[in-house]
């Protein structure tokens, strides 16, 4: 066995440790990179269940708000000869009408908030322009709430409301809409006066709305729509998904590393032969190879074959008596003589 073909055995268990390190590397890369897109794709429907979530909170607080007035301030005023009415700013003692009051809530509301939420009420048969059914989500959500409705209910219908996530001018935005159905008669009779005036008529004709709508009980009347702007959320979300896909990728590199090494350890026969010295490898008085060390170079040897389809010569020879050759081509020539054999 000679010295150039231990030190391709060496060079080929190198290549054979590097090869399974970057194995291991492509493995981490892309476990990483699933990692991200399930932790995105996550991160984005607990982001679209959260705005679900505040649009549900805003859009019942808003109905409560107007019940609240409609109740103790409409009709408190009522028992005093006063009440609300839709031009309260020409009547003394008169106060804006509930649909009105949740309007201007609305825009107070949708005000003063930072911008982390707007609503208003709407509907297709509304007493003035701004609350109209204005783009296409509101005129989408209507129609799959009219489908809800019912034309005679026996009572208050179990309205599902609906939402969808949009993108305008460059942002997203979470759009919700709820029913704001007639929830009394007196609501009913008011609306429905109203609606067979001339002038609102005219109004909703001029944009495309035919017919007298006369509504029943507990039947669709307006919504509540819902606007969330989903950048402060999403600034939130995208936050911690890099730490999380920092410290993922880090805690998955760092196994992968180890169990690779271990693997590497276990399995390169160039880790092998660093087991043992050199005094258990080689003959102490010539410095030779012994039965360990040929066998350890053999094996090699066989391994190099396999994997780089090498070719190797195995000379076996046997010196009877090594003092002769020392004593007769003296001690320089032996050294140079046992060098080559190694």
Not at 5 to 25: C, E, I, M, P, Q
Not at 150 to 158: F, K, L, R, T, Y
Not at 174 to 193: K, L
Not at 310 to 318: S, V
Request: overall charge positive; aromatic content about 10%; some cysteine.
């Amino acid at each position: 066995m000679t010295a150039h073909s231990t030190a391709n055995s060496s060079y080929s268990g190198v290549r054979h440790k590097w090869r399974l390190l970057a194995f291991v590397l492509l493995i981490a890369i892309a476990a990483s990179t699933l990692t991200y897109f399930i932790v995105k794709d996550t991160l984005d429907k607990t982001t679209e269940h959260q705005a679900l979530i505040i649009a549900e909170i805003v859009a019942r607080q808003a109905a409560a708000g107007r019940t609240v007035y409609s109740q103790d301030v409409v009709n408190k005023l009522k028992q005093d000869g006063y009440g609300s009415d839709i031009h309260s700013d020409r009547r003394p003692g008169f106060v804006p009408l509930p649909a009105q009051f949740l309007k201007l809530m609305g825009r107070e509301s949708s005000r003063s908030n930072a911008d982390l939420y707007r609503y208003k009420p709407i509907s297709k048969w509304h007493l003035e322009p701004t609350q109209g059914l204005n783009d296409n989500f509101e005129n989408w959500a209507w129609q799959q709430l009219e489908a809800q409705d019912q034309a005679n209910p026996s009572g208050p219908i179990d309205w599902k409301p609906v939402w969808w996530t949009e993108e305008w001018q460059g942002k997203r935005y979470f759009r919700y809409m709820r029913a704001d159905p007639a929830s009394s008669n007196s609501c009913v009779n008011c609306h429905n006066q109203y609606l067979r005036q001339p002038k609102i008529i005219a109004q909703l004709k001029s944009e495309g709305v035919t017919g007298i709508k006369q509504w029943k009980l507990n039947q669709l009347m307006g919504a509540i729509s819902v606007t969330i702007p989903l950048a402060k959320i999403e600034h939130i979300a995208v936050t911690e998904l890099r730490q999380t896909i920092v410290w993922t990728s880090t805690i998955l590199i760092t196994a992968l590393i180890i169990i690779g090494g271990i693997f590497i350890a276990n399995t390169s026969p160039s880790l092998d032969k660093q087991k043992f010295s050199r005094n258990e490898t080689h003959d102490k008085v010539t410095g030779l190879l012994n039965l360990t060390g040929l066998e350890l170079a053999l094996s090699a040897a066989l391994d190099s074959a396999k994997q780089q389809g090498l070719n190797h010569a195995f000379i076996c020879l046997k010196l009877l008596d090594t003092y002769a050759v020392q004593d007769r081509f003296g001690m320089e020539n032996y050294t140079r003589f046992k060098n080559d054999l190694a």
